[in-house]
């Protein structure tokens, strides 16, 4: 932006645009400062900041590889991916497309009545007749534009031999359409462009609404595999090295990954010996030493040394992908309520034309003349459109997850919402879900002249227990000594020396009961416990699902001796020791029971009962596996949101159970009237229009349903 | 009746004009980060010039 701007350079050097993800803007400070600082790097031309995705976009000189600009960006304070570009654009599209559609339809949709209002006012003879040319001129291009998705999926469905919820809406528009334009022809008094046009702009809202809200998930899957490495270092025959893109990657190369590298590709070990940070894939964030025959995933981090790997999956095999095709099936919909309401207008599209076409026959046998019968059977058509059942379940879905998202719960898919209002028992982990999961250092022992050494070294390590060390350190206003020879030796500790002393963090000798890191200066020694802080208001969490009628108790892989403590403190029931089986047995005990519990967990462990559980939900701070099995992601240090979801879920049932309600009952009046004549097109588009419109208005009742 | 001849192509200039206005502002990502753009307002310049 405001880079010194030098436009022959500019216009010579073809730009490259790369994309990163940047989780950690948070203000407008981040923008400006992003936006302002990275401009002045020579070779970068233009840097956009989003602020809603989270990504910064950067248009620069080829010359500058992606680990310039994320050591720039890591510079500047902000952790950055890089992001590949734009893999999901497809999906972007389609909402795009619905979205103009919608606005056309809107446009077309207020200028027709517009006109009408003054046909229905009493115009008559050539006014009239004007008046309906010009509907038609406005009407045809804007059915023809914004029919386009009904039009192409009937014909789909059709092709198949099968029929769905928009044959029955493309029939009643083109027919609509035609009996108008015939009616235009001829001098006739009625016109139903209006109709066409609204039934197409309220049908195309709401499938808007529903794209918008299936992109959202799709852009969570985006980031999953944005994590997996772009491109690898491949050895060559000749023993040289060439970069290739994750995509071009085959089965049998051997790529050589560097330090820090993430890997592209799944593999085995041929050469070499490391640590992966495999905290992507199983949250354990202690690394993993690998050597030659180890298994590799793509995703993880090489921390160490130089490793070369032989394939073995590539791009679309690898498992990462495989998780992530998972979760986008899994989006697809599980959500009970959708499949009714698919059932039912699958089932009501057929019973709709056999309605219109009985009531066409039934009307020309009684004598009504073929133009009158045919309008009553054009009404029937557009006031039976299930959309306010199509509508039911998505609308009060999309405005419940948009309601929690800002109180930091994240909902994978309306389905969840239904699994989530019918728990009744919750089962909850220890480490990390009841706890922060952090561990926080007891410093009482450790001497004054010992910390600034200590913190010194803890920041040479990534391991959890350094962490967690200098951070508390850091809190307190310590400033790390000088040292030197640092080094890290993986599963040891760190050592150095500070003015030719020998310091060192180690492990404590004796495997102690709970987790510690021993300080050593010299020949002095201190141990340094830590604890595991309980979240700050899990009492009033488990108060208030108390008070949704919900059992709680832990569920616990730690031994008893730890879990108790803790259960004694929340007076809760709690079983230690329990192994992953022993969990999805006890699962299964209660789904026995008829029972339906949720699962509150975040490790690796809790995995099979996350997936296997009626509902689930887990911490922000949780492995990504943990996080794709639950159903709901809760971020912060508080407990609530756990209540919260299973409060607003229930609320969103009973919503949505209205919904249903209302749109069955509106069916069973408008339905009769319509047979027996006394609705005609136009006003069957208003009733089916309102209709709709009463579903969202009863769903957005739920954007202040979650404070 | 006259006056038909000049309000009724207004009208529909108008609206016309006011799709138009969204086409491009669909295509010139103006929805793309809404968040974003609210907070812009808040950086202070500091162009050197």
């Given amino acids: 932006m405001n880079a010194p701007l030098d436009h022959a350079s500019l216009a010579a050097a073809p730009a490259v645009d790369s994309r990163f993800t940047v989780p950690g803007i948070k203000c407008a400070g981040c923008i400006g400062k992003i936006e302002r600082e990275m401009a002045r790097l020579d070779g970068v031309q233009t840097v956009r900041v989003n602020f809603s995705a989270k990504r910064v976009a950067v248009s620069h000189d080829p010359a500058i590889g992606d680990e310039a600009l994320i050591a720039a960006l890591a510079g500047l304070g902000f952790e950055a991916q890089p992001v590949a570009a734009n893999p999901l654009a497809r999906d972007d599209e389609e909402t795009r497309r619905l979205m103009r559609a919608t606005a056309v339809a809107g446009f077309g949709m207020m200028n027709v009545m517009l006109l009408s209002v003054s046909v229905w006012s009493g115009a008559a003879g050539a006014t009239r007749e004007l008046f309906h040319w010009l509907s038609a001129l406005i009407a045809l291009p804007v059915i023809a534009y914004a029919g386009r998705p009904f039009f192409s999926s009937a014909a789909m469905a059709l092709r198949h031999g099968r029929t769905n919820m928009d044959v029955p809406i493309s029939i009643g528009v083109v027919m609509a359409t035609c009996l108008s334009l015939y009616e235009t022809a001829t001098g006739g008094s009625q016109a139903y462009f209006d109709g066409a046009t609204m039934l197409l702009f309220f049908l195309l809202a709401g499938r808007a609404l529903d794209a918008m809200m299936r992109g959202r998930t799709r852009a969570e899957i985006g980031a999953l595999l944005s994590r997996m490495g772009r491109s690898a270092g491949i050895v060559q025959p000749d023993g040289t090295l060439r970069r290739v893109e994750a995509e071009a990657l085959e089965p049998g190369m051997l790529m050589l990954v560097a330090a820090g590298e993430a890997l592209a590709a799944d593999g085995v070990v041929e050469d070499g010996t490391s640590a992966i940070d495999n905290a992507m894939l199983t949250g354990e964030s202690v690394p993993q030493p690998v050597a030659a025959g180890s298994t590799v995933h793509a995703g993880t981090v090489n921390l160490a040394q130089p490793l070369k790997v032989r394939v073995t999956a590539a791009a679309q095999d690898t498992a990462i992908a495989e998780i992530a095709r998972l979760m986008d099936e899994a989006g697809q919909s599980r959500s009970r309520y959708v499949r009714i309401a698919d059932r039912a207008s699958r089932l009501y599209a057929p019973a709709v034309h056999t309605l219109a076409a009985l009531a066409f026959a039934g009307w020309m046998w009684a004598g009504a003349g073929w133009h009158q019968s045919l309008i009553i059977a054009i009404a029937v058509l557009i006031i039976t459109c299930p959309c306010a059942i199509g509508l039911a379940v998505p609308a009060a879905q999309v405005v419940a997850t948009g309601a929690l998202m800002k109180r930091g719960l994240l909902v994978k898919d309306g389905g969840a919402l239904e699994r989530l209002a019918e728990v009744d028992t919750a089962l909850f982990d220890k480490t990390g879900t009841l706890t922060l999961g952090e561990p926080q250092p007891d410093l009482s022992a450790l001497p004054e002249r010992a910390q600034p050494i200590a913190l010194a070294l803890a920041q040479h390590s990534r391991h959890p227990l350094s962490r967690g060390l200098a951070a508390a350190l850091l809190r307190q206003g310590t400033v790390p000594a000088s040292l030197a020879d640092v080094e890290e030796q993986v599963g040891h500790g760190v050592s150095g020396t500070e003015n030719g002393v020998p310091v060192a963090l180690v492990r404590p000798p004796v495997a102690e009961a709970t987790q510690a890191t021993r300080v050593q200066i010299g020949k002095d020694g201190w141990t340094v416990p830590f604890a595991d802080a309980v979240r700050p208001d899990a009492a009033q969490a488990l108060a208030a699902l108390g008070a949704l009628g919900l059992q709680s108790r832990i569920l616990s892989g730690d031994r008893i001796e730890a879990v108790a403590p803790i259960a004694r403190d929340l007076g809760l029931f709690a079983q230690g020791s329990v192994s992953p089986q022993d969990k999805l047995a006890e699962l299964d005990r209660l789904a026995a029971q008829g029972r339906r519990p949720l699962m509150v967990g975040d490790g690796l462990n809790d995995g099979p009962a996350l997936a296997a559980a009626h509902a689930s939900i887990a911490p922000g701070t949780a492995s990504d596996i943990s996080q794709q099995a639950a159903d709901a992601v809760f971020v912060g240090a508080s407990l609530m949101p756990v209540a919260l979801a299973v409060r607003t879920a229930r609320r969103t049932m009973r919503i949505v159970r209205q919904n249903f309600a209302f749109a069955i009952a509106y069916n069973l009046v408008a339905v009769p009237l319509a047979l027996v004549g006394r609705v005609t097109p136009l006003i069957a588009a208003i009733a089916m229009s309102v209709s709709s419109l009463v579903v969202i208005a009863n769903s957005l009742r739920l954007a202040r349903a979650a404070r | ?49």
């Fill in chain 2, 1 to 49: 009746m006259t006056g038909l001849a000049f309000l009724i192509p207004i009208a529909l200039g108008l609206g016309l004009a006011g799709l138009g206005g969204f086409f491009w502002a669909m295509r010139d990502g103006q929805f793309d980060d809404l968040d974003g753009a609210a907070n812009r307002i808040l950086i202070d310049d500091e162009d050197e010039e």
